[in-house]
T-cell receptor, first 113, second 113 residues
């Protein structure tokens, strides 16, 4: 069956450093991936997405890398700020058809001053 | 910036009671979703809705659940007879197209006693 999982439950970084959050997926038919940020008590907030025909996509301070060979996805945050502290989820769509999102378990990013 | 809104932010109910969770999707969006997140767990898909009918639902979305778009702006989730295990954060989301980005509301925290 399809599953989306994350490598580490918690990641601590110093303010100003770069952060890398990883995600693995199991379904090679997955064709669309999204990163969401969830702050405490709030709903998931869209960060960036990537389709399976791409390897890399950049946004403002964020980059998503997709390695289809090993079914791995990463989110890179440049110059991490205290406001980046949150739980980050990767989500996948399309593997089973339809437009539902399948979320991973999340990584807690903690930014230390 | 347009956003999804949800009411109430918190709801406490007795087991066996009916609850209705309300959502106002982004105004020009046509696809609507409900997800839930049990405390400490990942976000899970419940149902998607388009053109006044359910387009997809998960195993969680059993006969106790129903959705409705009673007017041009609201989208509701009804749980007919709540169970203790229905306690969770319930998120509404909307997108402008089937493949479009899903934007989430802030959630309703439901506690069933």
């Amino acid at each position: 069956g399809e599953s989306v999982g994350l490598h580490l439950p918690t990641l601590s970084v110093q303010e100003g450093d770069n952060s890398i959050i990883n995600c693995a997926y199991s379904n090679s038919a997955s064709d669309y991936f999204i990163w969401y940020k969830q702050e405490s008590g709030k709903g998931p907030q869209f960060i960036i997405d990537i389709r399976s025909n791409m390897d890399k996509r950049q946004g403002q301070r964020v980059t998503v890398l997709l390695n289809k060979t090993v079914k791995h996805l990463s989110l890179q945050i440049a110059a991490t700020q205290p406001g980046d502290s949150a739980v980050y989820f990767c989500a996948e769509k399309g593997a089973g058809g339809g437009n539902k999102l399948t979320f991973g378990t999340g990584t807690q990013l903690k930014v230390e001053l | 910036e347009p956003e999804v809104t949800q009411t109430p932010s918190h709801q406490v109910t007795q087991m066996g009671q009916e609850v209705i969770l309300r959502c106002v999707p982004i105004s020009n969006h046509l696809y609507f979703y409900w997800y839930r997140q049990i405390l400490g767990q990942k976000v899970e898909f419940l149902v998607s809705f388009y053109n006044n009918e359910i387009s997809e639902k998960s195993e969680i979305f059993d006969d106790q659940f129903s959705v409705e778009r009673p007017d041009g702006s609201n989208f509701t989730l009804k749980i007919r007879s709540t169970k203790l295990e229905d306690s969770a954060m319930y998120f509404c989301a909307s997108s402008d197209s089937r493949s479009g980005t899903q934007y989430f509301g802030p959630g309703t925290r439901l506690l069933v006693l």
